[in-house]
């Protein structure tokens, strides 16, 4: 047994830093790899092993020998073997569709920039078509903790490498929940980015206009390191983006920004039955509300609806395009659930896919609407823990109940973080994920760090003690926060502004008791002035928004006189951006303090107060 089980990154750094080699570390783990080990398909022999070592030699000698300048310098990785990489066939685990790729998929280029040594490739369901693992003809693979229960697929191989501390972490691909099944069932993290925050160049595609790569790791450390290597715009891929400055107003996603505390749960979670899987999702859900969050639950009814489009609408037509050439001489070589699965494609019209198509942009347009407070769902990760016997017997039914929780979440373009939440009575392990808006990646790994922290669960399967999540939120880009206290408040006439420079509302609270509030004159729309005095104030209501640092002059520049932008100060003390007038704009205005905020002027103002 190789000294290096269960190590995360943080080992595997450390172990370098005081003198160890690659090639003794990471040749004594090939030496322990099982050639009858279900979860790989392939890995580096004596000949690749000796090119790797070469190549990560080279890398060392660009940085004048420092490892500290290659942050995962030697240490190992699996990918999926739906990844391109250089020196190791791509199989989709379909032998007759097998080829050599001249050039690594973009992630793998990236990772390997960094020092990273990709020792294999891992079995999957096949075309990457399943949630289950037992989908390939080089055998099902098994749950990490009880080999008679699915490992939960379709990225099934790089989960159970990563439980079973063979490698710190391994590369997987998430349609439709690949990247999070697993890792619910077999103790992992498993992050689900942004889609586009990782090229999937290089990466056999099953619906390409919503494939991810993703990553299993054994703590959210590692698998934010690993994120902040492989995130960035790849021109080469049409399906590549770049982060906005700030989230538009309009997008379809969970919004509230800052310290996340308010979490959606569905109000009537499924369990089919599995009253195992139920027992453990109470238990997280009371230790939930132990942290510093509100727990609100919700009709999860759109997101399902969400949901069955994936599997039950014309979205399969995109996996038969993925291998449409290959399938018309080959179907008979195809694994005969995923052939019967794609075959399905030829059901639906050109104008069923339109249909459904919309449908699809009403949903999200509803959920948005369900989501505008809330910053993040919680949901479990699988609802259910089938045998492989099981799944054999009834094998499409059972896969779309693991994908219950996952399906409509790459639709609806969140980003979504699996981690472990204990175990079932059964000893197997169960997960939760967490969801929110597209680029809320970092804010779900703080969220996931302090709830690790407080439960801590051992390393996968290998029975280590978890080390502190360290993972902290780190702001994308440079932000301003601006009170608002008249017609830029939320349905007031101005707050388009702010929407037009994708601001967000943080939160509604008031000024200190030092401040009087006036209606000005002859103003179009009506407009207040806030005028701070010595004695004789109240609070009064604002609105603190963020806008990127970008937008703010030009949202200055729409302010007239005799309003600006000056410091105002909040109740609790704080000093913010905010509306001030000049002196001579109080001429003639009413004072309107009495009605402790704009708003409530502006709705009483022809009655009696």
């Not at 690659?22 to 279900?38: F, H, N, R, W």
């Not at 920004?257 to 009253?275: K, L, M, S, T, V």
């Not at 949901?379 to 016997?389: D, K, N, R, S, W």
């Not at 609105?543 to 640092?549: G, P, R």
Request: proline share 7%; with cysteine.
């Amino acid at each position: 047994m190789p000294s290096t089980l269960g190590w995360t990154i943080k080992d595997w750094q450390n172990a370098y830093r005081e003198g160890a080699e690659p090639e003794a570390l990471i040749g004594s783990l090939l030496d322990y790899l099982d050639t009858k080990d279900p979860a790989w398909i392939s890995w580096l022999n004596n000949d690749s092993f000796v090119l790797a070592m070469a190549e990560l030699a080279d890398r060392l000698e660009t940085v004048d020998g420092d490892v500290r300048q290659l942050p995962l310098y030697g240490v190992p990785f699996a990918a999926k073997d739906n990844i391109d990489a250089r020196g190791f066939k791509t199989t989709a685990a379909c032998p007759a569709f097998a080829y050599s790729p001249d050039e690594d998929a973009a992630v793998v280029e990236r990772l390997k920039a960094a020092g990273a040594v990709l020792i294999g490739k891992t079995n999957l369901d096949q075309f990457a078509t399943g949630l289950v693992g037992t989908r390939s003809p080089y055998g099902a693979v098994p749950n990490a903790f009880d080999r008679k229960v699915v490992s939960g697929g379709s990225s099934s191989g790089s989960a159970s490498v990563v439980a079973r501390g063979l490698v710190p972490f391994s590369l997987g691909t998430d349609t439709a929940g690949s990247g999070r099944v697993p890792a619910g069932l077999n103790n992992l993290v498993g992050l689900k980015p942004t889609k586009g925050l990782f090229s999937i160049k290089g990466v056999v595609p099953a619906c390409r206009s919503i494939d991810c790569v993703s990553i299993f790791a054994l703590t959210v450390n590692d698998a934010s390191v690993v994120s902040e290597t492989m995130a960035g715009f790849e021109p080469a891929d049409a399906f590549s983006r770049t982060a906005p400055a700030a989230l538009p107003m309009d997008a379809a996603a969970i919004r509230r920004p800052g310290p996340i505390h308010r979490i959606a749960i569905p109000e009537h979670p499924q369990f089919f039955g599995d009253q195992q899987a139920e027992a453990a999702w109470n238990t997280a859900i009371s230790q939930w509300r132990q942290q510093d969050v509100e727990i609100v639950a919700l009709d999860f009814g759109p997101m399902m609806e969400l949901a069955a489009l994936l599997y039950e609408g014309p979205w399969v037509a995109e996996r038969h395009a993925a291998v449409e050439s290959f399938m018309a001489e080959h179907e008979a070589d195809m694994n005969e659930v995923v052939a019967g699965i794609i075959r399905n494609a030829g059901k639906f019209s050109a104008t069923d896919t339109f249909n459904a198509i919309y449908r699809k942009e009403e949903l999200i347009r509803e959920i948005d609407g369900l989501l505008w407070n809330i910053d993040a769902l919680l949901v479990p990760t699988a609802p259910t823990a089938p045998t492989i016997e099981a799944v054999n017997a009834d094998p499409v039914p059972l896969n779309s109940q693991l994908g219950t929780y996952t399906n409509f979440v790459n639709f609806a373009d969140f980003s979504a973080l699996a981690v472990p939440a204990g175990f079932r009575d059964d000893g197997v392990p169960f997960g939760v994920t967490l969801i929110s808006g597209a680029w809320k990646d970092k804010e779900l790994q703080t969220l996931a760090s302090q709830w690790l922290n407080a439960h801590p669960t051992a390393l996968g399967a290998v029975d280590k003690p978890r080390p502190k999540e360290v993972v902290t939120h780190q702001q994308a880009v440079p932000t301003i926060q601006v009170a608002v206290v008249g017609a830029h408040l939320s349905g007031m006439p101005l707050n388009t502004q702010l929407a037009e420079r994708h601001a967000t509302l943080l939160e509604q609270t008031t000024t200190s008791a030092n401040y009087r509030l006036y209606a000005l004159p002859n103003t179009t729309p009506p407009k207040p002035g806030l005028k701070r005095v010595e004695a004789d104030g109240a609070e009064i209501i604002v609105e603190v928004w963020e806008m990127a640092a970008s937008e703010f002059g030009s949202f200055v520049d729409l302010i007239p006189a005799p309003l600006g932008i000056g410091n105002v100060e909040l109740a609790d003390g704080r000093w913010v951006n905010g509306f001030v007038c000049e002196g001579y704009g109080f001429e003639g205005a009413r004072d309107v303090t009495e009605f402790g905020g704009w708003r409530a002027f502006v709705a009483g103002k022809d009655g009696v107060r």
